[in-house]
């Protein structure tokens, strides 16, 4: 299914706001573990609502993964959503000095801490750049080391299609890898692509 949300101009600029995000929520990272962080650059694109799961099972890739939900309010308004693979609380146990933590409140609580540093230092970022205010509901947990596919239900998507930016967070020579995912509704990217014609016109 083909959906055209924004123009090649719209997206060139969101592309290059959201790597400048990426980039101080990796930042914000390495500061916290002590590690350098590889990045990928940020995928752009538009799906319908009923692909959305399969879009982020394809993400994560095979076996099984965790997630944290944290939903972002304002003129920029939607769901971020973060996608550790499954190695990733060990190497975040380790690196933190938690010991045998895992599958344990505090392991939970660490993905939780890691998801709410990473999304509010990307968004937080974006929405600077935009000059436009955003506000954070507090980080859940989506997911609890589940298969890829079960990580999100259609059913609990109410837009019609999403706009989708991805960007993959990894840790060099570990096994830790995350996703951060950017879901906003249909109806919420009028105001997206008012801020990036802002942006664009004062380049």
């Known amino acids: ?37 590889e990045l990928s650059i940020p995928q752009i694109r ?4 009923a692909e959305i799961p399969a879009a982020l099972a394809a993400l994560a890739g095979d076996g099984v993964a965790s997630a944290v939900r944290q939903a972002f309010i ?32 505090a392991s ?25 205010e955003i506000g954070f509901s507090a980080p859940s947990l989506l997911a609890d080391q589940v298969a890829t596919r079960q990580l999100i239900q259609a059913e609990t998507i109410a837009a019609r299609c999403a706009l989708l930016v991805e960007v993959r967070f ?6 830790f890898r995350c996703h951060l995912v950017m879901l906003m509704p249909d109806d ?9 014609d802002r942006f664009i016109e004062e380049l």
């Open 1 to 37: 299914m083909s959906i055209d949300f924004i123009s090649d101009e719209q997206r060139e600029a969101l592309q290059e706001v959201a790597n400048i995000g990426m980039g101080q929520a990796g930042a914000s990272i390495a500061q916290v573990l002590g590690e350098f962080v």
């Open 46 to 49: 538009a799906v319908a609502a």
């Open 74 to 105: 304002g003129e920029l308004r939607g769901e971020a959503i973060v996608i550790f693979s499954e190695h990733s609380a060990h190497d975040l146990a380790e690196l933190l000095c938690y010991g045998d933590a895992l599958d344990t409140p």
């Open 108 to 132: 939970r609580e660490l993905l939780l801490d890691i998801g709410n540093v990473l999304v509010g230092a990307c968004l937080g970022g974006i929405a600077g750049l935009l000059q436009t």
């Open 170 to 175: 990894g840790l060099e020579k570990r096994a």
């Open 188 to 196: 919420a990217v009028a105001a997206l692509q008012r801020a990036l």
